[in-house]
């Protein structure tokens, strides 16, 4: 599901920026419209801008200069209680004085919400995570991924047409972390709400989302659906934040027909498709994912250039085999190949050729 | 299945199916706890050791003397130990009897031997302090009776003075002829016993000391109101503020504990006495006129202002200890959620720092209920709490027995309160830093 139906542009980002100090900008220029229905992620390392874009829109912190729009309604001025906005923090912020029933009724009480209705609502909402049974117990009696749960039944009782998430699974183990991630992505598609998640998990954002948006240094580097994110990053940065990542620097040599010829330090000439450098002459590094490797010449498209690769060890994963190779001088290219029956059994010392297709490398920004 | 895959699941199992059912027992058969208590023994006594010095300490230098002092309040045989024969006479004839020739004759026989000893004043000061003016009676009689009396002593003691008739007297005698009494706690609750021993208010006038302890308990109250709505803004910003500008303003907060009480107290007088700075600056602004200068030391007023500012630290350092731990994410959470910033104040914020309100409140109501130095300088007579009654007794009239009665009261009223504080917000909510 890429850009849902609907209004195109629920929340909008016109021309934000932030400043703390005064001297430096958080977020720089930001535009961002949101469909009515996404799911966005905001990825980034720490420090990148995402949370405070996050903050921004809950209300927390004020713009500096730009509007946000939700709905069409310029946003800035309006106080976070009047947003109505869904939230889940990181840290959960259930109420730890109050009952699990308690803190979902809290968001009906302050709307001066009748009591019947107040309890089915809340009744309504445990059951949405099942966690009926728990309503009279206090948060602390809870496990991690209970208070999650708790926390999310709370951003949603209300009917917020947009919920926000901040990191919310980063205190849960790997196991339940990926159980709530299918959770999460199953609610938003049942109810047609519109998420913003924020997290530096690069393997969460590539599982639930519809769009990322990959912060960094207040910028947003790359905005797209997953599979165009991983396949067809456009800058280095991406390339490198997003899964395991293999680069060569070297200059362009050769453009035709959308494929470049890229010379190496070394001299030797490989395959790319330019990226955001497109060129003759200009340095660029050259970006492939370890998975689309190959090594068999019968594998690889015809003409294909290819290098010399020296096997420097192989570890076994079980449902594939990580080899890391010396290429062109560098030590750590890393090439990834099932483990099929009958697969080739590479040993350290052994000399190989790989190649690609040209599609599989970018030519990127030099790093 | 689970079973063999565990080799340890195997032995346990064959281990506990020996044993009778109830004691785990370790690998030789000796019983568990019996084990863990021999392992667990020297680091035990080691902690012990580590602690015995202070235990010393504090036994020596506190429970011991307290613990005297609260015996004093009970005890007292200024009388009993110096009369030997009348209380004997008391101990053989019931209350109601009419002193005859055998008590006359005791009473003289013990005042000589007194008078001989010299301890004839304490005996005086033990019956002075249940009925006033009697100790010039005995010592008076003390000088008279050195070369002794003649039988029938009835008269000659009635001789030396009219007043050993007094059947009030003879009930006071009868009170202090044991060791033990509890005319000390009576006297600290404004009572006393009447001439047949029953248990009556003193005079309209007398009656001090319940007042005191009402006064004591409503201004430690008001106290630890005033410490509260102005501790707990500042405990706030305190927590809320940037780690380095939070010490700079913590340094202002406790400033007061690094100044001399005395230094301190001595510059409220400066500022509040009626020719002082306020009263100046107020007169100056005309908000007063010259002759409406306001007493605002030397009475309630000044002993309020003084124990705020002096206990205003005990209030904030819980506050903020607890308010530190706050996450702040739980009020963008009530904002997010459809609070108002008041609402989320009232019903998030506020609640969770109750644990560190109690232990404030505590802590400044106990130190200003047992405060003593700051009432005396700037209370006058109306700011004067029970502590300076208590230690009016301890130095100047030397009714060491009273003075305990009255802090052995003092304590008993922390410990209720402590116990309702108890039950009402649980001990274990507390939270002192």
């Known amino acids: 599901m890429a850009v849902a139906a609907g209004n195109d542009a629920f929340v909008v980002f016109d021309h934000v920026q932030k400043s703390y100090d005064g001297q430096t900008l958080v977020v720089k220029d930001l535009n961002l419209s949101i469909g009515k229905g996404e799911f966005l992620t905001m990825l980034g390392p720490s420090g990148s801008g995402k949370t405070t874009c996050l903050m921004m829109l809950a209300g927390f912190e004020t713009a500096t200069h730009g509007e946000i729009r939700l709905n069409g309604r310029n946003i800035n001025d309006v106080p976070p209680h009047k947003r109505g906005i869904g939230m889940v923090f990181q840290s959960y912020a259930l109420f730890p004085h109050m009952t699990v029933g308690e803190n979902l009724s809290f968001p009906l009480e302050v709307r001066g919400m009748n009591s019947s209705e107040r309890n089915t609502r809340v009744a309504r909402a445990l059951d949405m995570v099942q966690m009926s049974k728990f309503a009279a117990r206090r948060p602390a009696q809870l496990s991690g991924g209970q208070q999650q749960r708790i926390a999310l039944a709370r951003a949603l009782v209300f009917d917020p047409e947009l919920v926000l998430m901040d990191e919310p699974l980063g205190a849960l183990d790997k196991q339940l972390r990926e159980h709530m991630q299918y959770e999460i992505k199953a609610l938003h598609d049942r109810l047609g709400i519109t998420v913003v998640y924020v997290t530096h998990d690069q393997g969460e954002a590539l599982t639930m989302s519809d769009r990322i948006a990959v912060f960094n240094d207040g910028r947003i580097q790359q905005l797209a659906p997953p599979p165009v994110l991983y396949e067809k990053p456009e800058n280095s940065f991406v390339a490198g934040f997003i899964g395991e990542n293999n680069a060569l620097q070297g200059n362009i040599e050769q453009l035709e027909g959308g494929k470049a010829l890229v010379r190496l330090g070394n001299g030797d000439l490989i395959d790319a498709t330019p990226g955001n450098i497109c060129e003759i002459g200009k340095p660029t590094t050259v970006s492939i994912r370890p998975e689309r490797i190959e090594f068999k010449p019968s594998l690889m498209p015809a003409g294909a250039h290819t290098l010399e690769a020296e096997v420097k060890d192989v570890v076994y994963m079980g449902d594939i085999l990580r080899a890391r190779l010396k290429v062109a001088g560098h030590d750590n290219f890393v090439m990834k190949y099932r483990n099929t029956l009958g697969q080739v059994k590479l040993s350290p010392g052994e000399t190989i050729r790989i190649g690609w297709h040209p599609e599989d490398a970018r030519a990127l920004d030099p790093v | ?433």
């Open chain 2, 1 to 433: 299945m689970a079973k063999a895959l565990d080799p340890h699941a195997a032995i346990v199992t064959e281990a506990v199916g020996l044993l009778p059912e109830g004691t785990l027992q370790t690998a030789d058969g000796q019983p568990l706890s019996r084990a863990l208590a021999r392992s667990s023994r020297r680091a035990r006594r080691r902690a012990f050791l580590l602690v015995l010095p202070l235990l010393a300490f504090i036994l020596l230098t506190f429970v011991l003397p307290i613990g005297q002092m609260l015996q004093r309040s009970i005890k007292n045989d200024g009388f009993s130990a110096n009369m030997p024969q009348l209380s004997a006479w008391f101990d053989a004839n019931p209350r109601g009897t009419e002193p005859d020739e055998a008590a006359w004759g005791a009473l003289a026989a013990d005042l000589q031997a007194a008078a001989e000893s010299k301890t004839i004043g304490v005996v005086g000061t033990r019956i002075n302090y249940d009925m006033a003016g009697t100790r010039s009676l005995f010592t008076g009689a003390g000088r008279k009776v050195r070369d002794g009396l003649e039988p029938p002593y009835r008269d000659a003691m009635l001789d030396i003075d009219q007043k050993w008739g007094d059947p009030r007297l003879w009930s006071v005698m009868r009170e202090a002829s044991s060791p033990y009494t509890g005319n000390f706690y009576l006297a600290a609750m404004d009572r006393t016993r009447d001439d047949n021993g029953n248990i009556v208010q003193v005079a309209e006038q007398q009656r001090i000391y319940l007042k005191l302890f009402m006064r004591t308990f409503w201004l430690s109250l008001i106290i630890t109101c005033t410490t509260f709505l102005l501790g707990f803004p500042i405990a706030h910003l305190l927590a809320t503020l940037p780690m380095r500008k939070s010490n700079l303003l913590m340094i202002l907060v406790l400033l007061p504990f690094w100044t001399s009480l005395l230094v301190r107290t001595t510059a409220w007088m400066v500022l509040l006495q009626q020719q002082g700075v306020v009263n100046d600056i107020l007169v100056w602004l005309g908000v007063i006129r010259d002759d409406q200068r306001l007493q605002m030391i030397f009475n309630q007023t000044g002993t309020i202002i003084a124990m705020t500012h002096i206990l205003l630290p005990f209030m904030i350092l819980p506050l903020y200890s607890v308010m530190r731990t706050i996450n702040p994410s739980y009020v963008r959470a009530a904002r997010s959620l459809g609070a108002t910033s008041w609402t989320a104040f009232r019903r998030i914020y506020f609640p969770q720092t109750l644990p560190g309100l109690g232990a404030g409140a505590l802590l400044v109501f106990i130190l200003a209920v047992g405060y003593y130095i700051t009432p005396a300088l700037v209370g006058g007579s109306s700011g004067q709490l029970i502590s300076n009654m208590i230690a009016m007794h301890m130095t100047q009239t030397l009714n060491w027995s009273l003075a305990a009665a009255l802090a052995t009261l003092l304590l008993g009223g922390v410990l209720i309160l402590y116990w309702v504080y108890d039950r009402l917000v649980g001990i274990d909510n507390l939270k002192l830093g």
